[in-house]
Nanobody
């Protein structure tokens, strides 16, 4: 059984930083892509960043380019989202997700319905 566990959310002032972690277990993730999504109240989940586990191919939403960095630690089966220069509009519930794909394209990265496994979510609140 695949389990994704997020951690690292919290309250931070605008301009600050947070690092989210997603610990994955239950299978080998070599053929998987991992995504970080976020959901604002009343809105659909939207991709923040995604990474192909084996190749390291990465995609970012335009809203976070240059501020957020996604990375992975193969030995720990953990994916990270380093968030810097945080803005109040980054406030949301952040979810880690996994999908099996041979090639990570932009479309596949962004399509939340293609992700089979999801974590429970972690709240990030950025105060102004």
């Amino acid at each position: 059984q695949v389990v994704l566990v997020e951690s690292g959310g919290g309250l931070v002032q605008a301009g600050g930083s947070l690092r989210l972690s997603c610990a994955a277990s239950g299978r080998t993730f070599t053929s998987y892509a991992m995504g970080w999504f976020r959901q604002h109240p009343g809105k659909e989940r939207a991709l923040v960043a995604a990474i192909k586990w084996s190749s390291g191919t990465i995609y970012y939403a335009d809203t976070v380019k240059g501020r957020f960095t996604i990375s992975r630690d193969n030995a720990k089966n953990t994916v990270y989202l380093q968030m810097t220069t945080l803005k109040p509009e980054d406030t949301a519930v952040y979810y880690c997700a996994a999908r099996e794909t041979l090639v990570l394209t932009t479309t596949r990265a962004m399509n939340s319905t293609g992700y089979k496994y999801w974590g429970q979510g972690t709240q990030v609140t950025v105060s102004s």
